[in-house]
């Protein structure tokens, strides 16, 4: 299965997490502190990181920035982190989601929510889709995306997005014309199995408009079709 680095310094809940996340097979290692957590996974990336936002010192928003941060090793910078926190402020949510974490699970939660993030996260790492295509580029107007380069240009000047913003609009890009719901979003871009909290959909889109669109405030390549998605238009 999975190596999962589990970051959190309350105790009950760090075993809990070890056992049931052992239990499905997962190979865990664990820390309790923001800055040992960072170099565990700078010396051996794993293939999740499940991070608490409230640590003692380098607490999880600021170990997200640093790991976002690792531009010059990409099995560091692309670590996929799953985000755990006290606070159900939307606030918190979309700082979580800014920084850079994959998703965001508010804490009391149920074990059974926590295994199901933790599968889709893994089956979205692993999913053999196109986006991952090393081949692939794609065009529109002046956007073009060079998906083995991770790379997104627009008028021929180079753009900066989030690799959840990349894969979103990679995915937009490769059904122009084609209505997508937000949880046919979630599913094909965040690998959920089950419909999950759709907000993080709207979050995305927005900070994505923010980046390809002349007026993110009357946006004409991802149109909302009100009460069901998105459309790309080229």
């Known amino acids: ?29 664990l820390s309790t502190n923001g800055a040992q957590a960072l170099e565990m996974i700078r ?27 690792e531009s010059l090793n990409p099995a560091v910078a692309h670590v996929p982190i799953l985000m755990l926190t006290a606070r159900d402020e939307e606030i918190d949510r979309v700082v979580g989601l800014e920084v850079g974490a994959d998703d965001y699970l508010t804490k009391p939660f149920s074990m059974h929510e926590l ?6 996260q893994l089956r979205r790492a692993d999913m053999g889709s196109a986006v991952r295509d090393p081949t692939l580029q794609l065009a529109s ?33 490769r059904h122009p ?3 997508q719901t937000r949880e046919t979003l979630l599913r094909n871009v965040w690998g959920y199995e089950y419909v999950g909290d759709t907000r993080t959909v709207d979050v995305h889109v927005r900070w994505l408009r923010g980046k390809i669109e002349v007026d993110p405030g009357a946006p004409t390549r991802i149109q909302t079709v009100r009460g069901v ?3 790309f238009t080229e």
Do not use: W
Not at 54 to 60: E, H, K, T
């Open 1 to 29: 299965m999975a190596q999962i680095l589990v970051v959190e310094d309350e105790e009950s809940l760090l075993q809990s997490l070890r056992y049931n996340l052992t239990r499905a097979g997962h190979e865990v290692r």
């Open 43 to 69: 010396g051996n990336p794993p293939e999740l990181v499940v991070l608490d936002l409230m640590l003692p010192g380098l607490d999880g928003l600021d170990l997200c920035r640093a790991v976002r941060a």
């Open 115 to 120: 295994m199901a993030r933790v599968k889709a």
């Open 141 to 173: 107007g002046d956007l073009l995306v060079d998906v083995g380069a991770h790379r997104v240009s627009r008028n021929a000047v180079q753009l900066q997005l989030k690799r959840r913003e990349f894969d979103l609009l990679v995915y937009l890009m």
């Open 177 to 179: 014309g084609q209505l």
């Open 229 to 231: 998605g998105y459309v």
